[in-house]
């Protein structure tokens, strides 16, 4: 059985924005677009490192801040004529709480 | 490992060869490029329309800085190569930096050729061939004055209607009987000759120049006959010469050029050589679309692999001079085993010869109409029997078949494989495939996908016709480009559309002018935040999630995610309480680097975003607040020292910076603002490459504008002269306001005044005193808004989510 963290509330992050939940090693974006969706990506863009949390918010993507490439939120795969992709994590959300998957967030780290 | 690859020299054929590398192998070299132009690679091709005014630098640029910045490579400008040691693998620049190469590339280009006249030295004696050439000869035509040009091949006339278009009477001296006669038969040339006479350019062919008179600077042309023609600029363009004394230095085989085997590689199977300067099959060419076939195979090479071979090629002719059709491609000599189909209309001043030998065309002149060149040349290259259509041959493509067509339905019809740019090596079929594949509608989408019409441009209407065949009603060449995908609206409705309709928020823009995402994109949203603040001061909202990140946390986001700061020193002056409070910053964040910045500043390099309103705390605390070093706003006002301490000071120059920077900081702008001050014309604050400059004289204060110095080099333009400070700052004020009223998002000062052109800014903020007025009124009034330091905001707690994280987790407790 999956154990879930709570990370924090959905009030927490700005609509059309995102957050970051530091782990062992490194970060995870947590985005809250303008339907009150929640995403859970890797804050790294596959092309230069980008931190993708301070990216602009758009629809259910975001554009890295550095070079410009346009991820999916929910699949992670890069959009456009770029390619590549994040790695994704499932998120719970529950009255307005946000969970991240607790073995997950560990192997996050690797 | 990476191998290490070195070229020398920045032209079109390596960058093209470049970009083929990248294709296929992306990281198989580490690059470095020496190039003795301080600049990227351009289109040289379109140097004629830039001389004429058609276009500008940043119009030709192919690869601009950030396309180097991208791909790793290591691009020294103004470095030119002196030494190419083979034995260490190691080349040297001028300057003494050397870069050692597994493989080399030798792309030096051509040089022109100067005939040893005497006077050939004197001052005002210029060549064609780089951009520096293009500024010195606009530079002379601003004096008007007589130009003559020496050479009546292709490049001497381009320069000749160029010098032409920017004020100057010219005279063309060609050693020939007929102008180009390389590429035109006698008829062609004639036709031509009689077109630029009525233009008003003097033609003297059989001209052979004697001597350049002139003392400090030329003065007259002598020729042989004894025939003086004066003259204030001389432009020589009788030809070009391989530039191999590099390659001969370092014991290549040179003969005219580089002497390269198919494979481009030179004696030296480490070293290749490329483009003008190389020698291929006993034949060095100098037209776009053979040296860049040749780059393809340097690519390929260097990409292992080891068939790619050049093959000689056959290439066609264009005149870019507006106005004159000209085309010719083949052999056009007369001679016993060919046959010559000739058409002439003198009142159309049409002429059109097709050579043929065997019934399969070799050669075709083409004036006055070329839409048929790229069918002949094809039929040329394809060697196709051209006695099933021999009776209407000459009329053209469009009357094959029996019925007259009209142009679409003709290159409806060219077959896939037809060539449609001779440049790059396009044809048809990758064209209308990337249309229907991509969904491409516009030119510049072709371009992008194709690289079609991409180098030279004289394949757009053909390129344009494939659009419209293909695409039918879809296509609209005058459409406006659009401001991002999600709209069809460009820069200048929507903002027309945000006034008119009394737009105060982005949702409310998108719904009212229907968009076509559900809350736009990262190119839209910025520049719908900037126009709503600017137009509704006071009412709208600013967004700060449709902000890029450094205006968002104010500070500049770093390639490794750390932040740089750096804090407003009024018209760069500072003191030493505001030095120590920087340096007890520096030394209590453990910040690893300060550095001094261009716009008299102090950057702090390196700052960990969580750290950043602690630092904005401290920077506040001694009186400092933010320099919106980040913004699309007001930046800096530099200044010098002035009559406070200079000798020569006309004016108050540090004070005068000083208080235009108290009263504009905080403006938001559509681009970046950057002023200056300097107290006298010797403008050592170098306000003449500013957004906004001033120059203090002695009756008062010269204002320039639409500057610019970092991709673009341009001086600023003479906006007026104001006598008093109050005066200079209205006019500098209501300035700034008509440019964020106009400008689009992201447009820099210098290209908004081109866009709308320099009479209507003056007739709105120096002739029009009342107007003057009410710009200099809005902005005041958009300021009681803006001057917020956003620092101490977010000292203040604004924003606290940007700068924590919102869970942290260490490492697990081991359980093992």
Known sequence: ?110 | MKEKLVIIGNGMAPGRALEKLFETGPSRYSVTIFNAEPRVNYDRIMLSPVLSGEKSFEDIIIHGDGWYIEHGIMLYKGHRIVEIDREKRMVRSEQGATAEYDKLIIATGSVPFIIPVPGHKLPGVLSYRDLDDVHAMMLAAKGRGHAVVIGGGLLGLEAAAGLLNQGMSVTVLHVNPTLMERQLDPAAGYLLQRELERRGIEVITKANTKEIIGGSRVEAVLLDDGRRISADLVVMAVGIRPNAALGKEAGLAVNRGIVVNDQMQTSDPAIYALGECAEVGGTCYGLVAPLYSQANIVAAHLSGDSKAAFVPQYTATRLKVTGIDLYSVGDFAEGEDREEIVLRDATAGVYKRVILRDDRIIGAVLYGDTADGPWFFDMLKNGTDTRPMRDTLIFGQAYQGGTPLDPMAAVAALPDEAEICGCNGVCKGKITDAITGKGLTTLDGVRAHTKASASCGSCTGLVEQLLRATLGDGYNPAAVQPMCPCTDYGHDDVRRLIVAKSLKSIPAVMQELEWKTSCGCAKCRPALNYYLVADWPGEYEDDGQSRFINERVHANIQKDGTYSVVPRMWGGMTNPKELRAIADVADKFAIPAVKVTGGQRIDLLGVKKEDLPAVWADLNAAGMVSGAAYAKGLRTVKTCVGSDWCRFGTQDSTGLGIRIEKFMWGAWTPAKLKLAVSGCPRNCAEATCKDIGVICVDSGYDIHFAGAAGLDIKGTELLCHADTEDEALEIIVALTQLYREQGRYLERIYKWAKRVGTPSILANVVTDREKRRHYYERFVYSQTFAQVDPWEERVNGKDAHEFAAMAEFGLPVAAE
């Open chain 1, 1 to 110: 059985m999956t154990d879930w963290i709570e990370i924090g509330t959905v009030q927490a992050i700005p609509r059309r924005g995102a957050r970051c939940v530091s782990v062992p090693g490194g970060k995870i974006a947590v985005f809250r677009t303008q339907e009150d969706q929640i995403f859970a990506i890797e804050n790294r863009c596959p092309h230069r490192n980008g931190p993708l949390s301070e990216g602009i918010v758009h629809g259910g993507s975001v554009t890295c801040p550095l070079h410009n490439w346009v991820f999916d939120l929910a699949t992670g795969k890069a959009l456009g004529a770029d390619e590549g992709e994040v790695r994704t994590y499932p998120i719970d959300v529950v009255d307005g709480r946000i969970f991240l998957a607790a073995d997950l967030v560990a192997v996050a780290a690797e």
